[in-house]
């Protein structure tokens, strides 16, 4: 092998390459995908499973048989015991309020208090019957149960808050003691569409809780009907004082109407307003004709005047229409057509032209007299009709005025006669409602009874273990399978190879499984290794040379892939060194490249020595060929990092590395691997990643956590690389096996004969 001066003297850096590929997850979550959770998580959900169920069935043994009692009791409206006299007082209410009323009465503490003290209870253990002790199968259940309950006890008081001491107790806070431990006893059912009410009483003693609860029911009973008769009578006594009180109100009303009609001379104070209106409604129809004759006779006699002034009265139409007129018109016009007629054969002088002149004269003077009598009776109409209309408006006042004051009058009367008539309604409500509320006290009726009587219950309700049982189980699968979706969603490390191509964005290559080869190290295929351990790293290599998925160089030289991680300790060496002999095997000619300077360690992985490597050559203090060394793998070939140089990230990112680069991808080996260090540690592996074909990703499987894988893909992701793809190492396929077998097909050594233990 030449030198790397004489083989390329220049090496130009690639063009920018194009966008990277990404791979969306296709898959969508499968019901079997939550199972696979639970197998992986299967040690601790069935610890939790058990201990659930146990601690669940050993309170339940610890605790005493309990016998539960109950009575039932019918609670009516209260309108069904009225006697039903006054009927019209009552309206129609929601009767919801009124039962949820009672049975908050019926589990209330002054009904528990007077049922303690008809019990004669001095004490909470009362509660559980007079303390005569069990005998037979009842004392040997409970023996059992004492012993559960001492087992249990270091357990409760583990998990229990120590209270603190309390002094002794009074008399009355024992008493008050005594009543909740009562109360938290006593239950309450109303049965569904129906006036039937269910009240239980719990207790150790099966004939004490039958005695309890009846006896419970019983002052109910008792109380309900001491609060009516006691409500009635209040209700009474207030009746008669409000009666009395109402009827004096009514005698004074009455006696304030006749004082007013007496003063205001309002003795028939109705039937004089009903007068003096038919009399303003006359007055005003009255004037109003009158206006409107006045109006007309007004134009006419404005006619009239109109005419006199501007040519004579002659041409008003109301005068034309006077049958005197007409006929001295038509006398007037026959005389004129007499005179035109003779005045054809006559002269002036003529005895019959004189004569007709006189009697054209006379008709003009008659007809002029009558003209001023038409007006002049015209005037005396306008005249006339103007002073009725006037004597009509006052005579309309006058009535209006009347009309006002008697108004006046019938409101305030109308005020005094409205609150006589609303005091005596009152007083008749109050005098009916007195009676009702009489005939309701001498009756004695009752809403509520008791209707059936507790009977001694034969067997315990609680504890009951097949409902505990129950119980028990479903609390432990529920708590079970919480912790393991739990564990599962806080553990965020990158696990699957659906996050790599989900979370990451990057192309998935393969999976390495978890295998420990001699003294606790990670086995190379050099070694005995398990057939899926050689399996997955054949499957990794495949991945790789494919044309569809692998790395291609894009320049025309052979392909140089770069090896890296997140973080350390993920396996990325032992990964690049058994890729490399994958790919040796296959017949490639393979130069694996420790670029690592400051932490070098293919050298231990491989065997060899590392005096001088990598970073002698780019310190230009060795030849390559000096430093290349042969590995057990005849095709493999290693160029260690060396002795660590001072300098490793200018060594890295140097011209000289670039042609070294370029000269090794144009020389006789088939693939070049470099082994390039975290990409979160240094920013070695960002330097080389724009000068090789593709960049091979390593992910310690519940190792490295997203954020910092993505942190690192990003970080990677600056330089612009030609392609990323990710590899999932040390996947424990035992903790994992449902996964890997349903999705990948992993079956772990189903297909392959067992492989020699290491």
């Known amino acids: 092998m030449s030198e790397v001066n004489s083989l390329r003297a220049s090496y130009e850096t690639p063009a920018t390459p194009g966008p990277l590929p990404v791979y969306p997850a296709d ?92 019990l004669d209870l001095k004490q909470v253990s009362d509660l559980d019957g007079s303390g005569a002790q069990p005998t037979g199968a009842t004392a040997l259940v409970r023996s059992l149960r004492h ?39 006593v239950s309450v059912s109303p049965v569904p569409s129906s006036h039937l009410v269910d009240v239980y009483f719990e207790s150790a003693d099966p004939a004490f809780a039958a005695r309890a609860v009846d006896t419970l029911a019983s002052q109910y009973v008792q109380q309900n009907l001491d609060f009516r008769n006691q409500s ?127 009697s054209i004269a006379d008709a003009k003077r008659q007809l002029q007299q009558a003209t001023a009598k038409a007006v002049a009776a015209i005037k005396n109409d306008y005249e006339s009709a103007r002073s009725d209309e006037q004597k009509l408006e006052a005579s309309l006042d006058d009535q209006k005025k009347l009309a006002t004051d008697l108004n006046r009058k019938n409101i305030d009367y109308s005020v005094l006669q409205r609150n006589a008539q609303s005091d005596r309604q009152v007083f008749e409500s109050l005098l009916a409602r007195q009676k009702e509320m009489s005939v309701t006290a001498n009756s004695g009726e009752n809403n509520v009874r008791l209707l059936d009587h507790a009977e001694v219950p034969k067997a315990p309700f609680a504890p009951n273990p097949q409902r505990s049982a129950m119980f028990g189980l479903l609390f432990g699968l529920v708590f079970g399978v919480g912790t393991a979706f739990g564990l599962d969603y806080l553990n965020d490390t990158i696990k699957t190879p659906e996050d790599i191509t989900r979370r990451l964005g990057l192309p998935f290559l393969g999976l390495v499984p978890a295998v420990r080869g001699r003294d606790g190290r990670y086995p190379l295929l050099s070694d005995a290794t398990p057939h899926e351990f050689s399996e997955a790293f054949r499957a990794l290599r495949t991945s790789i040379v494919l044309p569809t998925t692998g790395i291609n160089n894009g320049r025309g030289g052979k392909p140089t892939v770069l090896v890296t991680s997140a973080q350390p300790l993920e396996g990325k060496t032992t990964t690049a060194c058994n890729l490399a002999m994958a790919l040796a095997v296959g017949g490639a000619r393979v130069l694996i490249i420790d670029a690592d300077l400051r932490r070098p360690g293919m050298h231990r992985t491989l065997g060899l020595e590392n005096s001088r490597g990598l970073a002698q050559v780019l310190a230009g203090e060795a030849a390559l060929r000096d430093v290349i060394r042969r590995t057990s793998e005849p095709n493999l070939l290693a160029l260690t990092a060396g002795a660590p140089p001072p300098n490793p ?17 144009q020389g006789p080996f088939d693939w070049i691997l470099v082994d390039a260090p975290p990409v979160l540690a240094v920013t070695d592996a960002v330097i080389l990643a724009p000068l090789v074909s593709g960049v091979t990703f390593v992910f310690g499987a519940e190792m490295t956590r997203r954020r910092i894988a993505e942190r690192a893909v990003e970080t990677l992701m600056v330089s612009r690389p030609r392609a990323v793809g990710g590899v999932l190492n040390r996947v424990d396929f035992g903790r994992n096996k449902y996964y890997y077998s349903r999705y990948y097909g992993y079956k772990h050594s189903s297909y392959y004969s067992e492989a020699p233990a290491i």
Do not use: C
Request: glycine fraction near 2%.
């Open 27 to 118: 898959r969508q979550d499968h019901l079997l995908d939550r199972l696979a959770v639970l197998y992986k998580y299967r040690h601790v959900a069935f610890t939790i499973f058990v201990l659930t169920f146990a601690v669940v069935m050993l309170n339940t043994y610890s605790n005493i048989p309990m016998y539960r009692a109950h009575a039932r009791v019918l609670i009516n409206d209260e309108r069904s015991t009225s006697s039903g006299l006054s009927e019209n007082l009552y309206y129609y209410e929601d009767p919801e309020p009124y039962y949820q009323t009672q049975y908050q009465i019926l589990s209330g503490r002054q009904l528990a208090a007077k049922t303690v003290q008809a």
């Open 147 to 185: 012993q559960a309950g001492e087992l249990i006890h270091p357990v409760r008081t583990w998990f229990s808050t120590p209270a603190p001491a309390e002094a002794p107790a009074t008399p009355r806070t024992s008493q008050s003691a005594v009543v909740d431990a009562f109360l938290s006893r």
């Open 232 to 358: 009635t009578q209040k209700t009474l006594a207030w009746l008669t004082k409000e009666i009395q009180n109402q009827q004096a109100r009514v005698e004074a009303d009455e006696r304030a109407m006749a004082e007013y009609r007496e003063k205001q001379d309002a003795l028939s104070l109705e039937d004089r307003q009903n007068i003096v209106v038919a009399r303003l409604n006359q007055l005003n129809d009255a004037v109003t004709q009158a206006r409107t004759v006045l109006l007309q006779k007004e134009t006419l006699y404005k006619q009239v005047q109109q005419a006199l002034t501007e040519g004579g009265p002659d041409t008003v139409t109301q005068i034309l229409k006077d049958p005197y007129i007409q006929n001295l018109m038509s006398q007037l016009a026959d005389l004129q057509r007499e005179k035109a007629r003779l005045s054809e054969r006559y002269g002036d002088k003529h005895p019959a032209i004189i004569k007709v002149n006189a």
């Open 649 to 665: 990230s200018e060594l890295l990112a140097s011209d000289r590395m670039k042609r070294l680069l370029g000269a090794l991808a």
